[in-house]
C-alpha cells in the first residue's frame, strides 16, 4: 500500500515530467569517477522515520508530500525538487531552530529539498509536526553516482567503492552517508540516478 500511495504521489506532480530544480553546487575536482562538490546553503522539509532503511523513503514520503502539496499554513504549494535524501538519524537533531523531535537508534532522517527561493524565514509551518524546517549549511561532500534499484546490495557495493576511492587519495570523510535519490519508483532501473554521499573535512 506505501508502495502504491508513493508512486501516486509521484505521478501526480507535474515538475516530474521535465527538469526539476537542484541544490546549487560547484564540482571542486574529481578523483576518478568520484566528484567532489561544494554546495551552497539550502532549505529541507524533513522527517525522522523509524524503520529500516528500506521502508524509511517510502514511510517517509507522503508525510513530506503533503507539506509540498499544501499541508501548511497558507496552504502554499511547491514544485518537486531533487534529490530526496536518506540518512541515519543522529540521536539529537543539530537544527537552526528547536526542536522536540529525537530519533532512536535505528531511525532514518529523510528530507525534501525546497525550492532555492525559499528560505526558512519565509517557509510555511508545517501542519504536520512530523515535519522541521532546516537550512542545510554550505558543505563539501564526495559523490558517487549509480544507476539500478534502491537495494542494499547495490548501496553497500558503491559506498565501498566510494570509501576505497577516498582512502587512496588520501581524503578524509566525517559523519553519515547520504543516500540521495533523484527518480520516482516507476523509472526503468537502468535510468535511475542514485548517488551516496560523503562530507569531507
Not at 532512536?104 to 515535519?131: I, W
Amino acid at each position: 500500500m506505501r508502495k502504491f500511495l508513493l508512486s501516486l504521489a509521484l505521478a501526480a506532480a507535474p515538475s516530474l515530467s521535465s527538469a526539476i530544480e537542484e541544490p546549487s553546487y560547484e564540482v571542486e575536482r574529481r578523483i576518478g569517477e568520484i566528484e567532489v562538490r561544494r554546495y551552497a546553503p539550502y532549505v529541507v522539509a524533513e522527517v525522522i522515520i523509524n524503520a529500516p532503511a528500506e521502508e524509511a523513503g517510502s514511510e517517509a514520503f507522503p508525510i513530506l508530500a503533503g507539506y509540498i502539496f499544501g499541508k501548511n499554513k497558507g496552504s502554499t504549494k511547491f514544485a518537486m525538487t531533487a534529490p530526496v535524501t536518506q540518512a541515519p538519524a543522529p540521536m539529537r537533531l543539530e537544527m537552526t531552530a528547536p526542536v522536540t523531535q529525537a530519533a532512536a537508534p535505528g531511525g532514518y532522517r529523510v528530507q525534501f529539498v525546497l525550492p532555492s527561493e525559499v528560505t526558512l524565514d519565509l517557509a510555511p509551518e508545517p501542519d504536520d509536526a512530523r515535519v522541521q524546517l532546516r537550512e542545510v549549511p554550505a558543505s563539501t561532500v564526495a559523490v558517487i553516482r549509480y544507476s539500478g534499484f534502491w537495494t542494499r546490495a547495490n548501496y553497500d557495493e558503491h559506498l565501498a567503492e566510494l570509501e576505497t576511492a577516498l582512502r587512496t587519495a588520501d581524503v578524509s570523510w566525517f559523519g553519515e552517508p547520504v543516500l540521495a535519490r533523484y527518480n520516482p519508483p516507476f523509472m526503468p532501473w537502468f535510468l535511475r540516478r542514485n548517488e551516496i554521499w560523503l562530507k569531507l573535512r
